[in-house]
C-alpha cells in the first residue's frame, strides 16, 4: 500500500492563491487519490469558507484566528496520512511525480524518524521550509508546530531538533533538492507582498526561538530514544518558557549561552544561529521593526 500524504495548509484571504497551488499538487502528482489537504481558515475569513475543489480530499477546518504554529497544529490533528508536510499558499509544485519521490524519500528511514524537505528555490538546503514529517516523528515530538511561534520560525525550530540529532550521530536531515516546491516569496517576487505578509511581525518569533532551546533538547532526546529502541516516554514534554525581553546588551550573553555554548549542537549549526539570531535583534532594533 502506498502511504497517504497529508498537506498542512493554514490560508487567510488568498483563495486565488489556494486554488493555483492545489492546481499545481494535482498536475504534477502520480496518485492525487492519495493526496489530502487539511485546510485551516479563519471563522472571520468567509470567502476563504467557500474554497472548494474536487480534484483532492479537501478538508476545511475553520477556526478563531490562532498562531501559526496553532494553525499547523490544528491540521495536523484533522490530518490521516502516514507522511505529512506543512505547505503555503504561496507555492506552486514544479517536480512530476513529487508525490512518488516524497514516499521514497520517507522509504529510507524504516523507524519513521526523519525531517525532510523540498527545493523551495528561495532558503534552499540552508532551511526546512515546508517540512516533511512522518506521522510517526509527529507522535514522538511531544510539540510538532508549537503554538508559542505567531507566525515564524517553524521550519528552524525543527531543523534545530534534528541537528541535535545529527550531533549524536544521527543523521536524519533529507533535502530533497529534486523536488521543487517554488516558493513565490516576496522578498524575491515584490508584487506577492500582500496583507498576510505585511500584517506578521518578521521579527516577533525571536525571542520565543530562544526560550525554546531547552524544549528542543528534550525533543531530540524523545527522538533519540526511539531510534535507539527505548521509550521516548522516558522523558517529560517540554514546557513552555516565559519569553522575556532583552536589552541591547544582554543580548550577546544570551545568544552565546543559548547558542554558541550549547555543545548539543553541531560547531556550525551553534555558529550561524549566534551569528544570525544577533544579527536579526540589532537589525530590527535600528530599523525600529517589532
Known amino acids: 500500500m502506498k502511504k497517504r500524504i497529508s498537506l498542512l495548509l493554514p490560508t487567510r484571504g488568498r483563495s486565488q492563491l489556494v486554488e493555483r497551488f492545489l492546481r499545481s499538487v494535482v498536475a504534477q502528482s502520480t496518485h492525487p487519490e492519495l493526496i489530502e489537504v487539511i485546510l485551516c481558515v479563519d471563522d472571520d475569513d468567509i470567502e476563504s469558507h467557500g474554497i472548494v475543489f474536487s480534484e483532492l480530499d479537501l478538508k476545511l477546518v475553520v477556526g478563531p484566528r490562532q498562531t501559526m504554529g496553532a494553525y499547523n497544529a490544528e491540521c495536523l490533528r484533522h490530518a490521516s496520512g502516514e507522511i505529512t508536510i506543512a505547505v503555503?499558499?504561496?507555492?506552486?509544485?514544479?517536480?512530476?511525480?513529487?508525490?512518488?519521490?516524497?514516499?521514497?524519500?520517507?522509504?529510507?528511514?524504516?523507524?519513521?524518524?526523519?525531517?525532510?524537505?523540498?527545493?523551495?528555490?528561495?532558503?534552499?538546503?540552508?532551511?526546512?521550509?515546508?517540512?516533511?514529517?512522518?506521522?510517526?516523528?509527529?507522535?514522538?515530538?511531544?510539540?510538532?508546530?508549537?503554538?508559542?511561534?505567531?507566525?515564524?520560525?517553524?521550519?528552524?525550530?525543527?531543523?534545530?531538533?534534528?541537528?541535535?540529532?545529527?550531533?549524536?550521530?544521527?543523521?536524519?536531515?533529507?533535502?530533497?533538492?529534486?523536488?521543487?516546491?517554488?516558493?513565490i516569496h516576496y522578498r524575491n517576487n515584490p508584487e506577492a507582498l500582500d496583507a498576510t505578509y505585511s500584517d506578521r511581525s518578521r521579527f516577533?518569533?525571536?525571542?520565543?526561538?530562544?526560550?525554546?532551546?531547552?524544549?528542543?533538547?528534550?525533543?531530540?532526546?524523545?527522538l533519540c530514544a526511539h531510534i535507539t529502541g527505548g521509550s521516548s516516554e522516558a522523558f517529560p514534554s517540554p514546557l513552555q518558557p516565559a519569553v522575556k525581553p532583552v536589552s541591547l546588551i544582554g543580548i550577546i550573553p544570551l545568544c552565546t549561552r543559548k547558542f554558541l555554548l550549547d555543545f548539543d549542537l553541531p560547531l556550525t549549526w551553534r555558529t550561524y544561529l549566534f551569528v544570525w539570531m544577533l544579527g536579526r535583534y540589532y537589525f530590527s532594533k535600528l530599523r525600529r521593526i517589532p
Not at 149 to 155: E, I, P, R, V
Request: charged share 35%; with cysteine; net charge negative.
Open 88 to 183: 503555503n499558499d504561496d507555492i506552486i509544485v514544479r517536480t512530476k511525480g513529487w508525490d512518488e519521490k516524497v514516499r521514497a524519500l520517507d522509504a529510507r528511514y524504516p523507524d519513521g524518524v526523519y525531517l525532510g524537505y523540498p527545493n523551495d528555490l528561495f532558503q534552499g538546503r540552508k532551511l526546512s521550509t515546508f517540512p516533511i514529517l512522518s506521522r510517526t516523528t509527529c507522535e514522538l515530538l511531544a510539540e510538532p508546530y508549537p503554538r508559542a511561534y505567531k507566525g515564524a520560525f517553524l521550519d528552524p525550530h525543527l531543523m534545530d531538533i534534528f541537528r541535535r540529532l545529527q550531533k549524536r550521530g544521527y543523521e536524519r536531515i533529507a533535502y530533497a533538492e529534486d523536488i521543487v516546491f517554488e516558493h
Open 204 to 222: 516577533g518569533d525571536d525571542l520565543t526561538f530562544i526560550a525554546l532551546v531547552d524544549a528542543r533538547r528534550l525533543e531530540a532526546d524523545r
